[in-house]
């Protein structure tokens, strides 16, 4: 058997397997007295269900299912089916929220007039021209 080859020699999980799966996480967290009450099955049914794969019946079976899942057991395939047939809604529409526009928004400066700007602010100085420099004694 290569590394490349298609075929798997592990067997395929069941709905079932997974049941049994959920059955001894809670047997081991130590709820599986409070889930056996709850659903009207022998505790010593359902640990022989989950230690030596005694099969419990079908109607038993679903209520697990619905139990851990949320889900329905199809016996003929041996597969959970989910229970939750909506289809998912959007919480808000496709365009929302719309696009962020800075020109609508109240936090936004209003547009500057350059002109005004402008006016507000001082004046510069007329610079007076520039004295020639003195040449210092003893040096060219």
């Not at 996480?25 to 005694?54: C, Q, T, Y």
């Not at 209003?110 to 007076?128: C, G, I, Y």
Request: hydrophobic share 35%; with cysteine.
């Amino acid at each position: 058997m290569g590394i490349f080859n298609k075929t798997s020699a592990e067997p395929e999980t069941t709905g079932t397997d997974i049941l049994r799966a959920a059955t001894r996480s809670r047997r081991h967290k130590g709820h599986l007295g409070i889930l056996a009450r709850d659903l009207r099955i022998w505790i010593s049914d359902l640990e022989a269900f989950v230690d030596s794969g005694n099969p419990l019946p079908p109607e038993k079976l679903q209520l697990l299912a619905l139990e851990f899942f949320n889900a329905s057991l199809d016996v003929e395939t041996d597969r959970l089916r989910s229970l939750k047939t909506a289809e998912p809604k959007p919480l808000c529409a496709a365009n929302y929220p719309s696009k962020f526009d800075p020109k609508t928004s109240p936090y936004s400066p209003p547009p500057l007039n350059h002109d005004a700007v402008l006016a507000r602010m001082p004046r510069p100085v007329k610079p007076e021209p520039a004295k020639p420099k003195a040449t210092r004694p003893g040096w060219l």
